[in-house]
């Protein structure tokens, strides 16, 4: 099983100045204890109800903070965990997550969901639709990067969206294109998209969930699959995990026996959150206690 951290958290020691200098020094020793995904938030504000102090902490806009953890990494794929589908305009997402796949040398990931945290929304005057109407944007979105990555550049015309022409040059050096990752678990709607879009899923998971209900999600997305005609086995299946862990020999171990069921039905990255203003020490941890015990699984 691979490792990804999610960085949820930008109070650092030193205040606003110490952020930049902590992110590339996290970036690094992401790279050093074996990590292979490294992702942030796309948030305007911090959240509510995760003991990371709320929407006055400081939050930074996801895709500028890729671009600079791009200059200070060199193996990490990089994403956000995930993209709103309203925060954005699809073709202008396209060429964003282009940018960063040919800056980073291949190695942006396209994380995209419907979008939930409407105070942000307000906060800042974003439209923020019915969730009936952010999944019908978010199929068209996906409709829309996948025709912007492919030979097709003629018009999109649908019902939210409509571009005259989908131009994308240059275009992404990852062949045939970033790896979309869709984020949720929605039976009906979530999973039914990563069936038909995209190639990979990212599911919650923690101590307030267990495998069987992880098992239960994969068992409907690959019924999706077997509707759209799409490989079940094509599809990477994704973990975020929601528990906080102490990266030492104890916490590596119990983590890796937590994460064991699911590496046997066929989860092959999980994606932890140091909920920490030392991300270079928990990183470090990481290398040292974790990422040999994951692989194994």
């Not at 109070?11 to 992702?39: D, K, M, Q, W, Y």
């Not at 400081?58 to 794929?77: D, R």
């Not at 997305?221 to 077997?226: D, G, I, P, S, T």
């Amino acid at each position: 099983m691979d490792l990804g951290v999610h960085l949820v958290s930008f109070t650092f020691p030193g205040g606003t100045a110490a952020i930049g200098p902590t992110l590339a020094a996290a970036g690094r020793a992401a790279e050093e204890a074996g990590v292979a995904n490294l992702s942030v938030m796309d948030h305007y504000l911090q959240m509510d109800g995760m003991d990371l102090g709320g929407p006055l902490m400081p939050m930074l806009e996801g895709y500028t903070t890729l671009g600079f953890l791009a200059a200070s990494t060199s193996t990490v794929t990089l994403q956000l965990l995930v993209t709103g589908v309203t925060y954005r305009h699809p073709g202008l997402l396209a060429k964003i997550v282009t940018t960063l796949d040919v800056l980073s040398g291949g190695r942006a990931v396209l994380g995209i969901g419907a979008a939930w945290y409407d105070r942000e929304h307000a906060a800042y005057g974003v439209p923020f639709p019915p969730v009936a109407e952010r999944f019908e944007r978010l199929e068209e979105t996906l409709r829309i990067v996948r025709q912007m990555w492919s030979d097709d550049d003629g018009p999109f015309e649908g019902r939210h969206y409509q571009l005259a022409e989908t131009v994308n040059s240059p275009q992404a050096l990852s062949a045939p294109h970033p790896p979309i990752m869709i984020g949720g678990g929605g039976e009906k709607k979530t999973l039914r998209l990563v069936a038909k879009y995209a190639d990979a899923c990212n599911l919650f998971a923690g101590p307030d969930s267990a495998p069987d209900q992880i098992a239960a999600k994969l068992d409907v997305l690959k019924r999706h699959c077997e509707r759209e005609g799409t490989d079940y086995d094509r599809i990477r299946k994704t973990i975020a995990w929601s528990a906080p862990i102490t990266p030492d020999a104890a916490g590596g171990a119990d983590l890796a026996a937590s994460l064991e069921p699911y590496a046997k039905l066929g989860v092959t990255q999980v994606h932890l959150m140091p909920y920490t203003a030392e991300p270079v020490a928990f990183l470090n941890g990481l290398g040292e206690h974790v990422v040999g015990r994951l692989k194994q699984l």
